[in-house]
């Protein structure tokens, strides 16, 4: 009986090792990140708003429980996820988060207040309408982002390019655009500017991660 509750205890401890990396707003943040696209330590910390110093540290964590690899390249040390199931496992405990947490319900209801969201039926709807150029989808990410994936049909425009763009859009069908996914800020950011120049857009909270999944 000893040597079962020995095995169970061994068992659930190497389980909670995931548990335990995932125990930080910062690591996770970063996992988003990299379900992106493969990035080096300095981009990591740039987009986390971190020290490159404390990101290291994160990092290690995350590699310490198989989420992540890490591969030399000339000076800098570039990380990606250790597979697909990490960026579902990240979509998923943040699904559960938004079905469970009323605090987070809150706060992104105040976030998507101030936004106007896409509200076709669902992805096949909007892939359809992709296809048959109704719709205009694009995709704000960085351009390394989205060589790394995007959605089917989008085109790159960066949000940092966007307001140089403008002509490549068009003003008689609506245009969507997506970034990260659901917590992040640059597709909302794009749907204001372009509406300011009276582009019909609209947000798709959904990303990369999110369809994958």
């Not at 892939?127 to 089917?152: M, N, S, T």
Request: glycine share 4%.
């Amino acid at each position: 009986m000893t040597s079962n509750r020995s095995i169970k205890d061994a068992l659930y401890e190497q389980v909670a090792r995931i548990g335990k990396a995932a125990a930080s707003p910062k690591r996770l943040e970063l996992l988003e990140l990299l379900c992106q696209s493969p990035k080096t330590v300095e981009v990591l910390a740039q987009d986390a708003g971190i020290s490159v110093k404390l990101t290291s540290a994160h990092l290690k964590e995350l590699k310490a429980a198989r989420l992540v690899d890490a591969e030399r390249q000339g000076r800098f040390v570039v990380y990606r996820l250790a597979s697909e199931d990490v960026a579902r496992f990240w979509v998923a405990i943040r699904l559960l988060a938004e079905d469970r947490l009323f605090e987070l319900q809150e706060a992104l209801r105040g976030l998507r207040a101030a936004t106007h969201e896409w509200e076709g039926n669902n992805r096949d709807d909007l892939l359809a309408k992709a296809r048959r150029g109704d719709v205009v989808v694009i995709d704000v990410r960085p351009a390394d982002e989205f060589e790394a994936g995007h959605l089917p049909f989008a085109r790159s425009m960066p949000v940092a390019e966007l307001k140089t763009r403008l002509s490549e859009l068009p003003r008689d069908k609506p245009v969507i655009a997506y970034c990260r996914g659901p917590f992040c800020l640059m597709s909302a950011d794009a749907v204001r500017l372009l509406r300011r120049h009276g582009i019909d857009a609209v947000q798709l909270q959904e990303g990369v991660a999110e369809w994958a999944a």
